[in-house]
């Protein structure tokens, strides 16, 4: 009798904690949306400035992309808004592009930007372009959100709520 296949152990579910804003530091809620995946896309960044004064918005669109390269051009948008030496926290809802930044990518590049399968990663245009822009400030760390939750209980991640809704209209300006 052959032995029974191994299984792969079970990952454990990400766990969401509120973000908080630390002394001096930009906080950048981003989202990304496509009407078809490819298709026409949005992005949207909302900077609340390290001062706590008023949220800035930022938004736009591309007629035939995907959803993870608006992922990408969220955050990129959003750290060039703040000047350079800035310290920021990205506040993200997507788990590829927080292990994209946070866990995958110097293995990538050691591997001459070949995944673990040996695939080409995708969109390494934007993520190069990302970590060329994370350069040009001081601090940048990145937060995960559960996204498309409202709600009093998710009042702390209203801005995603935000970013998702001005994402999905900039993939409709696209169209």
Same mark, same amino acid.
């Given at each position: 009798?052959?032995? %029974?296949?191994?299984?792969?152990?079970?990952? %454990?579910?990400?766990?969401? =904690?509120?973000?908080?804003?630390?002394?001096?530091?930009?906080? !950048?809620?981003?989202?990304?949306?496509?009407?078809?995946n490819? /298709?026409? /896309?949005?992005? *949207?960044?909302? !900077?609340?400035?390290?001062?706590?004064?008023?949220?800035?918005?930022?938004?736009? /669109?591309?007629? %035939?992309? +995907?959803?993870?390269?608006?992922?990408?051009?969220?955050?990129?948008?959003?750290?060039?808004?703040?000047?350079? /030496?800035?310290?920021?926290?990205?506040? =993200?809802?997507?788990?590829?592009?927080?292990?994209?930044? +946070?866990?995958?990518?110097?293995?990538?590049?050691?591997?001459g930007?070949? +995944?673990?399968?040996?695939?080409?990663?995708?969109?390494?245009?934007? !993520?190069?372009?990302?970590?060329?822009?994370?350069?040009? @400030?001081?601090? !940048?760390?990145? @937060?995960?959100?559960? $996204?498309?939750?409202? $709600? *009093?209980? @998710?009042? @702390?991640?209203?801005?995603?709520?935000? *970013?998702?809704?001005?994402?999905v209209?900039?993939? %409709?300006? *696209?169209?």
């Open positions: 009798m052959s032995p %029974a296949p191994r299984r792969r152990p079970r990952r %454990a579910k990400p766990v969401e =904690t509120p973000v908080e804003q630390l002394l001096g530091e930009a906080l !950048v809620w981003t989202d990304g949306a496509c009407k078809g490819p /298709g026409p /896309g949005g992005w *949207a960044a909302i !900077v609340v400035p390290a001062d706590g004064g008023a949220p800035l918005e930022y938004s736009g /669109g591309d007629p %035939a992309t +995907t959803n993870n390269r608006m992922e990408y051009t969220a955050a990129l948008e959003g750290l060039r808004a703040l000047p350079a /030496g800035s310290k920021a926290c990205i506040c =993200t809802d997507s788990q590829l592009m927080l292990n994209s930044m +946070t866990r995958w990518l110097s293995g990538w590049k050691r591997k930007w070949k +995944t673990a399968s040996g695939d080409p990663v995708k969109n390494q245009d934007l !993520v190069q372009a990302l970590e060329a822009e994370i350069a040009r @400030h001081e601090q !940048v760390r990145w @937060h995960w959100v559960r $996204g498309h939750e409202t $709600g *009093a209980d @998710h009042e @702390h991640k209203a801005l995603n709520g935000r *970013a998702d809704r001005l994402a209209a900039a993939a %409709a300006a *696209a169209a």
